[in-house]
């Protein structure tokens, strides 16, 4: 079983950033394909980023490209979450989870994975 913590998560001015930490225990972190989502209340879950595991591959969603980078440190079984210039609507809980491969862009950006973290709170006010 792979065991993941996030952190990093707080209260932001609009414009403002956060760094997001996902910490992984277990065996066979470096070989997974790491996303981040989002779910604000009353809302759908939403795709925000995902790498792949030797970092050489990245996509993100409509609303956060251009705005976040995604990046992992395998010698330290942790993945980041950079956000700049945040807004209101960027406000939601924020997973991140673990694919055992790749498959395909759609599996990686719909949900399709095998592990899951508990979430940070990411609050941005105008």
């Known amino acids: 079983q792979v065991q993941l913590v996030e952190s990093g998560g707080g209260l932001v001015q609009a414009g403002g950033s956060l760094r997001l930490s996902c910490a992984a225990s277990?065996?066979?972190?470096?070989?997974?394909?790491m996303g981040w989502f989002r779910q604000a209340p009353g809302k759908e879950r939403e795709f925000v980023a995902v790498?792949?595991?030797?970092?050489?591959?990245?996509w993100y969603g409509d609303s956060p490209k251009g705005r976040f980078t995604i990046s992992r440190d395998n010698a330290k079984n942790t993945v980041y979450l950079q956000m700049n210039n945040l807004n209101p609507e960027d406000t939601a809980v924020y997973y991140c989870?673990?694919?055992?491969?790749?498959?395909?862009?759609?599996?990686?950006?719909?949900?399709?994975?095998?592990?899951w973290g508990q979430g940070t709170q990411v609050t941005v006010s105008s």
């Open positions: 277990g065996r066979g972190f470096s070989g997974y394909t």
């Open positions: 790498i792949s595991w030797s970092g050489g591959t990245t």
């Open positions: 989870a673990a694919r055992r491969r790749w498959g395909s862009l759609v599996d990686v950006t719909t949900g399709g994975y095998d592990f």
